[in-house]
Structures are given as C-alpha cells and as structure tokens.
Nanobody, 123 residues
Framework: QLQACGGGLVQVGGSLRLSCAAS????????MGWFRQAPGKERETVTT????????YYTDSVKGRFTISRDNAKNTVYLQMNNLKPEDTAVYYC??????????????????WGQGTLVTVSS
C-alpha cells in the first residue's frame, strides 16, 4: 500500500513537497513515479525515477520546477514542487511498477497506485 501526503493549498510561485511511503512492499524493487489528474482532464505522468535513482523522466510542463527523489532505506519517494502554477492543480498519485522507468512511464507500467493527494495552486 502506498501512502502519499504533503498536498495542500499554496499560492502561485510557492512550493510543496509530496512524500509517498510503502507500508508493505520494498520500494527498492520498483520504478516509482507521480501521476496527476486535474479536474476535467485526463490523467498524466508527471515524473518517474528508476530503482537506483540513476535516471528520471519529467513531463515538459514541470521540467526545471519539480524534482523526484527516493530513499530506498526509508522506503519513501518524494516530489519537490517549486514555482507552482495554477495549472499544477490536480490530485497527485504516487505509483510503483516493476517496469516503470524513465523510458517506460505510461500508466501501462504501473502496478500500484497510492490514494492520491490534492494540490491546489491559487492565483
């Protein structure tokens, strides 16, 4: 089970840090990532990170603003979000998959989904 937290309400230009911890699985075996779904929009991949943190993927709209990282010893993955924009408003989902990587980052490769945490960026 993946437990995500850290969402909330923030003003434009602000920052948030999302965390995702696994209670029953060893995350070091899995590629990890974050997806998001905004109201009325399709779900999209935000970012992924390989098992050993040696490669990452970011969707174009968050490059330079978001950073994914992981601490396998703590069984936790993080998403640091800076310079937030109104279009970042969405429910963010932590995901895990054995085949999830910086090259294979679609929902097809996701095996486990977290419960979602809401990020609201106000202008």
């Amino acid at each position: 089970q993946l437990q995500a937290c850290g969402g909330g309400l923030v003003q434009v230009g602000g920052s948030l840090r999302l965390s995702c911890a696994a209670s029953e699985r060893t995350l070091s075996r899995y590629g990890m990532g974050w997806f998001r779904q905004a109201p009325g929009k399709e779900r999209e991949t935000v970012t992924t990170i390989s098992r050993s943190s040696d490669s990452t993927y970011y969707t174009d709209s968050v490059k330079g603003r978001f950073t994914i990282s992981r601490d396998n010893a703590k069984n936790t993955v993080y998403l640091q979000m800076n310079n937030l924009k109104p279009e970042d408003t969405a429910v963010y989902y932590c995901v895990a998959g054995l085949g999830l990587s910086s090259r294979t980052y679609s929902g097809t490769y996701v095996q486990y989904w977290g419960q979602g945490t809401l990020v609201t960026v106000s202008s």
